[in-house]
């Protein structure tokens, strides 16, 4: 089962995500950034997906963070919000994928999908 590590603050959001990928996806949702690092360590994610602002933190922020460490560099990120030019901040900032809030069902599982099968450096 692939590990998804979910970086959102927000609590209805996380709960759709964990009800939307909970039977097909190991899941570690977090609701702020402390020992971010330490937490990925734990879990070991195969993907990560982040909201644009968590806390006091934007993704650029996360993201340069994620992938300043060797052992995550390589991992995948899905870059979700209701940012509206969210194309564009997703590749300003590195983000493997984009999903603009609100989203479907559909389009969540589609994106991981897309995500998870492309081959990464």
Not at 37 to 60: C, H, S, Y
């Amino acid at each position: 089962m692939k590990k998804i590590f979910i970086v959102e603050d927000d609590e209805d959001i996380s709960y759709f995500l964990t009800i939307a990928l909970g039977k097909k996806y190991n899941l570690s949702i977090i609701n702020d950034t402390n020992n971010l690092m330490e937490r990925m360590g734990d879990f070991l994610p195969d993907l990560i997906i982040t909201d644009n602002f968590v806390g006091q933190k934007v993704a650029a922020d996360i993201i340069k963070e994620i992938r300043s460490e060797h052992r995550f560099s390589n991992i995948p990120v899905i870059l979700f919000s209701g940012h509206p030019d969210i194309e564009k901040l997703s590749k300003e900032i590195e983000a493997n994928a984009y999903l603009s809030k609100p989203f479907t069902l559909q389009e969540l599982n589609s994106c991981i999908e897309k995500v998870s099968h492309q081959t990464y450096k």
